[in-house]
């Protein structure tokens, strides 16, 4: 079947209880209070090479580097970024459902059938991870299926709420980085499945982030993606964890103990003052 790993991340997605609804609730709680939360929508991009088979083999995540001139830089993330109210509302109302042609597909259809109460909420995230992605590496919103949402991913220090959604380039696309990313990488889904590609990341911070994280090292769960010829890029954070929860979610996928992975050692932003 053509697209079976897709029908089978499709379904995998739509069975998965999302905490939408309670998250929102949370935030205009929280807002009472004084404590102002942010949100994020964020593009957890697949794309697959122009072969003519659906082995996972022919699949990957595709991941920004941020570049220098942003917080965070040299990690590797999603195409997402906070929401611009008006244009994403645009897009949620008008755009997504009435001219993309990804509201014919099966987990727009999906979605929209039994995540109803979310559903509003979901193509607002939506809209604003496909306005990121357009900006920031030109990702064409006409060649691309969305394949379903996973639950929130909740950044604690940062007061951040972020809101993955799961989509796929129909096609090989020219895709250019603008300012804020650093170039482009390709991380094959099943070079995830190595046990042996696993580590414990052992940060020193430094600068402001010692105040924030009240210690001077910090130990994450991360992945090593390793391609010929170039330097190893560290996949952490929110981005791993996400990751993560989709390759539970379709695979039932678990990564190694900690206690059996490699320590490599790394400084936390170490040009931010």
């Known amino acids: 079947m053509k697209y079976e790993l897709e029908n089978r991340i499709v379904h995998a997605l739509a069975e998965l209880p999302l905490d939408y609804r309670e998250q929102m ?9 004084g404590v102002k939360w942010e949100t994020a929508g964020v593009l957890v991009l697949l794309g697959k090479h122009p072969i003519h ?13 941020r570049s220098a001139n942003v917080q965070q830089p040299g990690d590797l993330c999603f195409p997402g970024g906070h929401p611009k ?23 727009f259809q999906m979605n929209k059938k039994n995540n109803r109460e979310s559903f509003q909420t979901i193509t607002y995230f939506l809209g604003n991870a496909i306005r990121e992605g357009f900006e920031e590496i030109r990702l064409n919103p006409f060649k691309i299926d969305f394949l379903g949402a996973l639950s929130c991913y909740r950044l604690e220090l940062f007061h951040r709420l972020v809101f993955p959604m799961v989509g796929i380039m129909k096609k090989e696309t020219n895709l250019k980085p603008n300012w804020e990313v650093d170039k482009i990488l390709k991380i094959p889904l099943t070079s995830l499945f190595n046990h042996n590609d696993y580590a414990t990341y052992k940060l020193k911070v430094e600068g402001r982030f010692r105040k924030i994280f009240h210690n001077d090292w910090g130990d994450y769960d991360c992945f090593i993606h390793r391609e010929n010829g170039q330097p190893d890029e560290i996949l952490w954070g929110a981005t791993y964890k996400i990751i993560m929860s989709f390759l539970k979610a379709v695979f039932d996928f678990t990564p190694p103990d900690t206690k059996l992975r490699p320590i490599i050692q790394g400084e936390l932003y170490p040009t931010v003052s």
């Not at 088979?53 to 580097?65: A, G, H, P, Q, R």
């Open 25 to 33: 609730a949370f935030i205009r709680k929280e807002r009472k209070s």
């Open 53 to 65: 088979s659906s082995s996972e083999d022919n699949y990957f995540f595709l991941l920004n580097k």
């Open 85 to 107: 109210q008006w244009m994403d509302l645009i897009l949620s109302h008008l755009i997504i459902p009435h001219i993309l042609p990804l509201r014919k597909g099966l987990g």
